[in-house]
């Protein structure tokens, strides 16, 4: 049956624009990656139905269509969410400084809820800005798990929607 779950989870994935969190959540629900995502794809939201710790449970995922441009999301988009996943480009050392603005503007928006931040791209070794160690701080300051993950390459994907899920759980 459709709704035969035990939880409905809303998840939202937010950063900066072009790092990679269209990427991500393609990479993790259709099981695809395509080299020339536009930013503005129009994705509101992905379901992914799957059995944890002996419970249903059913991620609802939500991508911005393009607001992260502004580097502003629409409040109604944080409302009601269970966790969150901040997303930067290891090679792109912007896109990690500004974690701590969606990190704020996302805490004066939410419940306090489990967060993940990842470090996308980790298969451009040779362009990388921003070392695992920054990464792994980071987080730990913002009180955050931390995976650095690689769309491209199918690297910690999976990992990370499980991990982030079992962090929702631990919490009902
Ligand atoms: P978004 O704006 O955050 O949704 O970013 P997109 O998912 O649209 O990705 C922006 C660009 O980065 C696209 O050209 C993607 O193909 C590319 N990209 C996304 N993830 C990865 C990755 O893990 N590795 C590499 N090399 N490129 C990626
Ligand atoms: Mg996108």
């Known amino acids: 049956?459709?709704?035969?779950?035990d939880y409905l989870l809303k998840v939202l994935l937010i950063g900066d624009s072009s790092v990679g969190k269209t990427s991500v959540l393609l990479r993790y629900t259709d099981k695809c990656f395509a080299s020339q995502f536009q930013t503005t794809i129009g994705v509101d939201f992905r379901l992914s139905t799957f059995q944890i710790q002996g419970k249903l449970v059913k991620l609802q995922l939500w991508d911005t269509a393009g607001q992260e441009?502004?580097?502003r999301i629409v409040s109604s988009y944080y409302r009601g969410s269970h966790g969150l996943i901040i997303v930067y480009d290891i090679s792109n050392r912007e896109s990690f400084k500004n974690v701590t603005h969606w990190l704020e503007e996302s805490s004066s928006?939410?419940?306090?809820?489990p967060k993940l931040l990842i470090g996308n791209k980790n298969d451009l070794k040779e362009q990388r800005k921003v070392s695992t160690d920054e990464g792994r701080e980071l987080a730990e300051q913002l009180g955050m798990d931390f995976l650095e993950t690689s769309a491209k390459n199918n690297e910690n994907i999976e990992e990370a929607f499980i991990r982030l899920t079992n962090k929702m759980l631990e919490k009902k």
């Open 1 to 5: 049956m459709e709704d035969n779950y």
């Open 109 to 113: 928006r939410t419940d306090p809820v």
């Open 69 to 71: 441009r502004y580097r």
